[in-house]
């Protein structure tokens, strides 16, 4: 446990280490208004965490895209963003990570600043709640070290795939709501991110039209 008045350091790990296969394409490079989704996530920490980092396949460190920034390979073969939260825990076991999936458009920087200010580094981690499931958002959350050790324990134990979504679900997470639905939207494929693009991004919902009478 911490010290009394103390708490650990909040650095920032952006997940782009994922093979795109349902996109077809590269999800880190697609362009929402004219910038990467891996340059906006990196962009919507600055000034909330102490440093970011970008989360990669060994086979990506030599990438044009993420080459730029620095860079956390993932520990371990297996597929999912355990391995890249893993990996961030073993480079700095003391530190806190607030982790972002680069597949988020969705996203701005008032929902990253809600989240840095709600942070309670008493709980096992900081999450928004899925609208659709009600279960915590482990690719938008601010994971405490305690909690990232279990996980890198876990994947250790069984050489298998862990859900870090399982895991903050049985964990004493603190789970704020969502302000508007399209806030976690992840795209993972041409007809998602085409419905994204027509919906003039959804970022805030959409206001009403005034209905009443004149």
């Not at 903050?168 to 508007?180: H, I, N």
Request: proline fraction near 9%.
């Amino acid at each position: 446990m911490q010290g009394a008045g103390r708490q650990p350091s909040l650095r920032g790990l952006v997940l782009a280490g994922g093979r795109s296969q349902r996109m077809g394409r590269d999800k880190a490079a697609i362009l929402i208004d004219d910038t990467t989704l891996l340059d906006r996530t990196v962009a919507l920490l600055d000034g909330c965490v102490t440093s970011v980092s970008v989360s990669v396949r060994a086979d990506q460190a030599g990438d044009q895209l993420r080459a730029r920034y620095p860079l956390v390979l993932d520990a371990g073969d297996g597929p999912g963003p355990a391995n890249g939260l893993r990996a961030a825990h073993l480079g700095d076991p003391a530190a806190a990570w607030l982790v972002l999936a680069c597949d988020m458009p969705g996203l701005d920087r008032q929902l990253i600043e809600t989240l840095v200010a709600a942070r309670d580094p008493a709980r096992a981690a900081t999450s928004w709640r899925s609208p659709e499931t009600g279960l915590p958002e482990p690719l938008c959350a601010i994971w405490e070290p305690v909690t990232l050790a279990r996980l890198a324990s876990l994947v250790a134990a069984t050489g298998r795939p862990v859900s870090p979504r399982a895991l903050l679900a049985e964990s004493d997470t603190l789970l704020l709501d969502a302000p508007w639905p399209a806030a976690l939207l992840n795209l993972n494929t041409p007809a998602e991110l085409d419905r994204y693009r027509k919906e003039k991004h959804g970022h805030q919902p959409q206001e009403k039209p005034d209905e009443s009478p004149a």
